[in-house]
């Protein structure tokens, strides 16, 4: 998610041309109303066509308006391609945006299109068309609903070694009460082998249950609940590890780092322009707005 | 949910009438004896009624107590009719009250019995009319009740940015795994179009499980696991927002409540010493512990 | 869960016998040895009675072991008979023994066996032999759980009128949505009157999502996404809730509450003996033991 | 988890040999490039075992690549027992390596082949077979997640007693329900002994909701409810319970790490100037910011 490379497209804007100069601050950017606009469009567009994409996999709407859908889906594809030969004729360095995050998504959910004119009778590229939906973040991205999503995510990066070391220990517990069961339950009840059985544990561990299988025997039912007990107890540790890393980022972004030039204190709100501890007045110039 | 509109029909009082200053003491107040009994008498029809339209879709009631349920329904109605128009009577602005959350769900716990007269057989105003128990919420407005509700509320009203942050990404994910299943497991498995897919990914993203629709090959099973874990480990982002949000309301709410003798300035510390916005000391005397 | 009413019999003990005062201190009292191991062998015994219970309801159990199960019961309520019997004449107030709250559970633990030599085929009693196990608490009441209990119980006393709230607007939402899926799916789908719906509603919303009741069509089953999707989020407000309450119970109980004699800084740790501002000795004497 | 056991025998290394010395340094330790190779290989080989037991349960696998399998369980096993051979000929004391925790788990990992030559056809062996994952953490334990893993295990530790009393509340509301169930729904519902009754309370408790099991009158169906929803509040318990421990925990390590100059107390704040326990001055200077 690298900003840095888009910002530096608009900043060292003079050796563009100017309308690709322009065209790159209406496409990239969203400080003109031109680039809202097009945000916007592009936007109602992409929600447009993941919409018909599943329209066409409900069977009704496929047999009854497949012209219809077809027409549209190759209208979006038309327009996207255009944005994307439009995207790359107007960045700096056409070859550092293709390789790009948003480069590549932005080409997959062009390129399905043009390639089941090839080789036709591809099913699987409604998934890649959906993906199209990943498009909407980069406007976002310039949002105000930036600042929001930052601390929720660096929260979420902040803990990641916590959490992945919860799921590693979920993981054993997953292999070793799936072994359990398969040993104790057998083939009749539907545990037919360890790794179906496993599928068992996850499906009761994350207190899912759908049922399809379920434990027969009273000592598989006495097993299953301690699995139960277990996966409802242990979702306090993901809780726990996200809330106080969410405690830790918020309370972060909310004090400002300069201490009181008079005594030294430090942890004051960010509106403050007086130290609350022996009332010497803070430098109110450097203030950030969080 | 404006309070606002309510309270300057009472403090303007002088130009009413004095039986409608007093007939909207009782109605719309729970200062008098009166008025509380109002309150009171007006909760016990409303749940009275609910519960009358519950008895009445159950089918044995229905056939037994045909009649008598009616005969309940239609003593709701006029009582309730009584009161809007008493409503109407007595406030300084009916058209402002009518246009009034409040007022419009007042005339839509009265409004179906009558459309029923003229168009009969219309079952949905079942839930128009079960929602006269969104009535009861004006009541409790003024209770013992407000001040809690009024931090819980706070809370949800603060983190609303991030809780939306959270369900876009959230609404992505049950996008995309939906279209994954509807591809890997086919009609066959139940996942019979997209849309149907999504509603099976929230189904097993938000730990219901009904097992109505269910995965059957393997690598299906795999990735209805991790959409499992993924669902089970995500709890923890709403938990953690609101709780650190409840933490901060909470918190706000054990500010001192006395404003700066100099500047007027209010929400400081507990233990803040100096006015933190002009520097002028703060009467240390008052001080709280919290 | 009166604790004064007990001790009051301890201390005030000179007015009663000197066999009576031993014997309160053995059954009611857990400092003496005999008191103690008193205390474990009631456990162990109220442990098999309900575990006698239990065997005695499999069906295969009952058929084989008929008499033998039901002479341990009659062994478990003689012995609970003598014991209650023991209590009653080792109190200082029969009476008032009799009317607390483990009075009545006591006498319910042996009751049900003698009413059913009266009229005998009450499969109920059952339910209320199972009631035994409250008596458990008494014992460990006295134990080292008690203060660990003690915060939680506090933290959700202190926390029960948020949590009454939160539990009346969940109540709201259960009646509206089962009023509305009652009119959606109807009674084909299994949704064959309001308090049906409202039980699939429950179902739903706590997330357990039996599938015995599940929504056919493809607006019924947008509608239920929409429940989950709530079910899932508003999970936070109580944990939110119950967390806040138990750092401040936590904190509150882990503080000292006096301030420093020469700063007046309160907020000390339990164990220093110095101000960590000013480095003025702290009293030491009124040190309390978390 | 006792660690102190394997450092005493690296730290007094002098009297072992040279290359039982350099044996041990690889196999118990990972300060060398040999030792974290001999690590890696070692997790990759344990993963890989894993990974046979699991396809070997696989009826297709079982039955087409019987011989390929078999061959590398034995190499699986041949190799580990080389392993557990030079572990106990490069410790200092093998009776103590033996006994301790994964001595066994070591020995436990290899002995189920062994004894299939004895007594052929024991499925069983494969839970213990699976149990060699355990192994994994004896590396992990070397290794960068130590650290996070401690802070998650301590604050797990330290709340055990709160969680055991939760536990215990939870089993009695378990059994309390499990009884009343079998008494309302009686066997036509399933619920045919208080066992069964106990492991559906335990299903619906937790939200898992198989529906294996499900009430079927109105009044088991009002009782199923009021258990969903006492599960879903109750999360709340062992959530904050586990967060509250995890803020404790989380902020001791933040505390500063040096030692007041003058008593040598530790564990102050770091924002102390004056030691808790002497008064004497903290080092200013190399204050931290958290």
Redesign the interface.
């Known amino acids: 998610m690298k900003n840095v490379y888009k910002h530096s497209l608009i900043n060292e804007g003079p050796s563009l041309q100017t309308w690709r100069e322009k065209l790159n601050e209406v496409i990239f950017g969203s400080e003109t109303r031109a680039g809202r606009n097009f945000d916007i469009t592009l936007i109602l567009l992409i929600l447009s066509s993941?919409l018909v994409?599943?329209l066409d996999?409900?069977?009704e709407f496929h047999n009854r308006y497949s012209d219809e859908l077809n027409l549209l889906e190759w209208s979006f594809t038309l327009l996207f391609s255009v944005e994307y030969l439009l995207r790359l004729l107007c960045v700096r360095h056409p070859w550092l945006y293709m390789r790009s995050f948003y480069g590549i998504v932005d080409l997959l959910s062009i390129l399905p299109n043009y390639i089941g004119l090839i080789c036709p009778g591809t099913?699987?590229t409604?998934?890649v068309r959906?993906?199209r939906?990943?498009r909407i973040f980069r406007v976002?991205k310039l949002s105000?609903?930036l600042n929001?999503?930052t601390?929720?995510m660096t929260?979420?990066v902040n803990s990641r070694?916590?959490?992945?070391?919860?799921?590693?220990a979920?993981s054993?517990l997953i292999?070793?009460y799936g072994?359990?069961m398969?040993?104790i339950e057998g083939k009749d009840a539907g545990f037919?082998?360890?790794?179906?059985s496993?599928?068992w544990a996850?499906?009761?561990?994350?207190?899912?249950?759908?049922?399809?299988i379920?434990p027969k025997t009273?000592f598989g039912?006495?097993v299953?609940?301690m699995i139960?007990?277990t996966?409802?107890?242990i979702?306090?540790?993901?809780?726990?590890?996200?809330?106080?890393?969410?405690?830790?980022t918020?309370k972060k972004s909310n004090l400002r780092n300069d201490p009181c030039p008079d005594c030294g204190a430090?942890g004051?709100?960010l509106?403050?322009?007086?130290?609350?501890?022996?009332?010497?007045?803070l430098h109110a110039s450097d203030e950030l707005d969080a």
């Open positions: 993941v994409v599943m996999s409900v069977e099913q699987y409604m998934v959906v993906l939906l990943l976002l105000v609903y929001e999503a601390v929720l929260a979420l070694w916590k959490i992945m070391v919860f799921l590693y979920v054993m292999v070793i072994a359990l398969y040993v037919t082998s360890i790794p179906r496993m599928y996850i499906v009761t561990l994350t207190t899912v249950g759908y049922g399809d379920a009273g039912q006495f299953a609940s139960m007990i996966g409802y107890g979702i306090a540790v993901p809780t726990g590890i996200y809330g106080v890393e969410l405690i830790k918020v430090i004051h709100d509106d403050a322009d007086f130290c609350k501890y022996c009332g010497h007045p």
